[in-house]
């Protein structure tokens, strides 16, 4: 009797360390997950969600938060209207939820849709626009076109929409200054 009393206590003590082993393991490899998550992925758990974000240059952005592109993401404000934020910029993330979306291959064609694309798309549009600089400028305009590393603005007054009569100047906005561009209502005519 006593010996199957030692092998059963034997038994339980390698079952304890084993599962404890495990434990370590699992914890260690939950870690290792966490470490090569990027804070795209964390966000785009939270698509569709309001969120705020303490962003350099522009202070406190808010919205609900509709895209996470390569190098940008896209809120809509309570006024509904759309705000392009450079990613690099954002220096905090309030009002995640638990959920973290798997890491995502962007892929050839997602990897080339980054903030230039965005803000060509503006152009397209020809969407007045406040472009709030990493420094806390901001001008105010349309995007008349994109290059690969500024883009160019059509300053005019935001009541009025973009008309040669109305333009009072035309300027060169480098690419890293941006900050968070959001679009304006358009001018009445």
């Known amino acids: 009797m006593r010996w199957q009393?030692?092998?059963a206590d034997l038994e339980a003590q390698l079952a304890e360390e084993e599962a404890a082993d495990e434990r370590r393991e699992d914890a260690?490899?939950?870690r290792a997950e966490w470490g090569r998550l990027r804070l795209a992925d964390r966000l785009r758990g939270s698509l569709g969600?309001?969120?705020t974000m303490s962003c350099r240059g522009a202070g406190e952005v808010t919205g609900r938060l509709v895209e996470v592109g390569v190098d940008w993401l896209l809120l809509e404000d309570g006024q509904h209207r759309e705000v392009l934020v450079a990613q690099r910029?954002?220096?905090t993330v309030g009002g995640l939820t638990a959920r973290t979306a798997a890491e995502r291959d962007l892929g050839a064609v997602g990897r080339r849709l980054d903030l230039r694309r965005a803000l060509r798309g503006l152009a397209r549009d020809?969407?007045?626009v406040h472009c709030l600089l990493d420094d806390g400028g901001v001008v105010t305009g349309t995007v008349d076109r994109v290059g690969a590393d500024f883009l160019e603005l059509a300053e005019h007054p935001a009541d009025l929409p973009r008309r040669r009569g109305a333009v009072t100047g035309v300027r060169a906005v480098v690419l890293d200054a941006v900050a968070v561009v959001r679009t304006l209502p358009p001018a009445v005519v």
């Open 5 to 7: 009393q030692l092998f």
């Open 28 to 30: 260690s490899r939950a």
């Open 49 to 51: 969600r309001p969120v």
């Open 126 to 128: 020809r969407a007045l």
């Open 89 to 91: 910029v954002v220096r």
